[in-house]
């Protein structure tokens, strides 16, 4: 398989660079460059392991990939279940671990296997050469995103939720 992986350190702790990661809505489009369209699907409303999303790219192709993990503030991961014919595989990580500091050391990494099989060996140097790059201004995005009041805002704003599964409402608070 193929493989892209990018790094960055952040200004900010383990959950909150995690948080600004998984961000939505306006937050996210402020940060990352990659998504044109994203929502979650089967009434989901937050992100955890089992939950679908679809995602539209600034390339205008479209995927639905699945949270195989969710681990604030240390890891998330994702496999795609349908969408462009040209991968068979795609996966990817988001690792966070803290720096002495305070900050965050983020590593980015997708996986991919391209078909077909007998185009694979030259669709998958392409692929990394594209995704290599996508995955570079991403991942600026998301260091930009770290310093950005309106997305620190958002994600400061998700951290004080109260956790919940998804497709459930989460648990009232007395005021």
Known sequence: MAQVEAEVVVPVE???????SQ?????????DPFVREQHFLDGSTRPAKGVRTSTRSR???????????????????MRMTSGPW?????????RFTPTADGGTRAVWRYV????????????ERIGTR?????IERRIAGFARGCSDPVVLAAA???????????????PHRDG
Do not use: K
Not at 61 to 72: A, I, N, Q
Not at 86 to 94: D, I, K, L, R, T
């Open 14 to 20: 383990p959950a909150l660079a995690f948080a600004v």
């Open 23 to 31: 961000t939505t809505g306006e937050a996210r489009y402020r940060w």
């Open 59 to 77: 390339h205008g192709l479209g995927m639905v990939s699945e949270y195989v993990s969710f681990v604030p503030p240390s890891h998330v991961g």
């Open 86 to 94: 040209f991968f068979a595989v795609f996966a990817g990580s988001w």
């Open 112 to 123: 991919f296997r391209c078909r077909p099989g007998w185009l694979a060996p030259l669709a």
């Open 130 to 134: 594209v995704l290599g790059r996508d």
């Open 156 to 170: 400061r704003q998700a951290l004080d939720r109260p956790a919940d599964r998804p497709g459930q409402e989460p």
